[in-house]
């Protein structure tokens, strides 16, 4: 990242993981102009987290690039999708705390999920969203399977099946349609290539969608040489498998997690 760069309507993105965090810059034209991915020990905390972040979000940053607009990103599997006959606002922390350990502060939100008629509720990091909403005012803030949702939502082909995967680092994300409604949505750990195989072909025979009509498409860390053994396993069970991630000429298309981020827009 040039230090000297100045840039007009550019546009800042901050994926937060479980393990670090990337921020991604776009130009007016969506172009990636810098990217950063910075990683955090496994036994550091949210403290920890948020002092990373500090220590490359800051003010610096957003004059260097003349950021006008901010994204935030959480990537972690604390969540879960409420359809809205059965969400009520003020029982929120009820709809997450039968499937991820809650801690005492733990704040809590929610993204709308219109086309679904559903609501995915999660754990944003409180403290570093008030930091960045000192440093540089209000902004929006999401959950990646909010993201994928709404993109699984707009490519799924009508009276089909058809699964959207996600490669992260860690986790793994799929959303499952049946004639473009939602079946499914989900995050997996994997450690071996065997588990992602596993988990794919695993949701795909409990929703019980036909692994020889099935469309799957995968975008995210698709170069990463510990998901090459799961894609190969994965194709000698499916069919018909499409790789979306975007093109781009950019000079970080071969940074670690650079696909993971990028491809999410």
Same mark, same amino acid.
């Given at each position: 990242?040039?230090?000297?760069?100045?840039?007009?309507?550019?546009?800042?993105?901050?994926? #937060? !993981?479980?393990?670090?965090?990337?921020?991604?810059?776009?130009?007016?034209?969506?172009?990636? *102009? =810098?990217?950063?991915?910075?990683?955090?020990?496994?036994?550091?905390?949210?403290?920890?987290?948020?002092?990373?972040?500090?220590?490359?979000?800051?003010?610096?940053?957003?004059?260097?690039?003349? *950021?006008?607009?901010?994204?935030?990103?959480?990537?972690?599997? &604390?969540?879960?999708?409420?359809?809205?006959?059965?969400?009520?606002?003020?029982?929120?922390?009820?709809? *997450?705390?039968?499937?991820?350990?809650?801690?005492?502060?733990?704040?809590?939100?929610?993204?709308?999920?219109?086309?679904?008629? =559903?609501?995915?509720?999660?754990?944003?990091?409180?403290?570093?969203?008030?930091?960045?909403? %000192?440093?540089?005012?209000?902004?929006?803030?999401?959950?990646?399977?909010?993201? !994928?949702?709404?993109?699984?939502?707009?490519?799924? $082909?009508?009276?089909?099946?058809?699964?959207?995967?996600? !490669?992260?680092?860690?986790?793994?994300? #799929?959303?499952?349609?049946?004639?473009?409604?939602?079946?499914? =949505?989900?995050?997996?750990?994997?450690? @071996?290539?065997?588990?992602?195989?596993?988990?794919?072909?695993? @949701?795909?025979?409990?929703?019980?969608?036909?692994?020889?009509?099935?469309?799957?498409?995968? @975008?995210?860390?698709?170069?990463? $040489?510990?998901? &090459?053994?799961? #894609?190969?396993?994965? &194709?000698?069970? *499916?069919?018909?498998? %499409?790789?979306?991630?975007?093109?781009?000429?950019?000079?970080?298309?071969?940074?670690? =997690?650079?696909?993971?981020?990028?491809?999410?827009?």
């Amino acid at each position: 990242m040039s230090e000297n760069s100045v840039h007009t309507k550019s546009r800042l993105s901050i994926f #937060i !993981l479980q393990d670090g965090f990337s921020f991604l810059i776009l130009n007016e034209l969506s172009n990636p *102009i =810098a990217f950063d991915y910075v990683k955090q020990k496994e036994t550091d905390s949210i403290t920890g987290l948020l002092k990373l972040l500090k220590s490359k979000i800051n003010a610096q940053l957003i004059e260097d690039y003349q *950021i006008e607009t901010l994204e935030v990103i959480y990537g972690n599997p &604390q969540f879960s999708i409420v359809p809205n006959d059965y969400f009520e606002k003020s029982h929120i922390s009820h709809y *997450i705390k039968y499937n991820s350990k809650l801690i005492e502060g733990d704040d809590f939100s929610y993204d709308d999920l219109p086309v679904t008629k =559903a609501k995915n509720v999660y754990i944003p990091y409180i403290n570093i969203n008030n930091y960045l909403f %000192e440093e540089f005012g209000s902004f929006k803030f999401s959950h990646i399977l909010s993201v !994928l949702i709404e993109k699984g939502t707009l490519e799924a $082909p009508p009276k089909a099946e058809f699964v959207l995967l996600h !490669l992260g680092a860690q986790l793994i994300y #799929i959303a499952a349609y049946k004639n473009q409604n939602l079946q499914v =949505a989900n995050a997996f750990e994997c450690g @071996t290539a065997e588990d992602l195989a596993y988990y794919v072909l695993f @949701t795909i025979e409990e929703l019980k969608f036909d692994r020889e009509q099935l469309l799957l498409q995968m @975008t995210g860390n698709l170069t990463h $040489p510990e998901h &090459q053994p799961a #894609i190969e396993l994965i &194709q000698n069970y *499916i069919k018909t498998i %499409e790789f979306q991630n975007k093109e781009s000429s950019t000079q970080f298309i071969h940074q670690e =997690a650079f696909e993971n981020h990028f491809n999410l827009f």
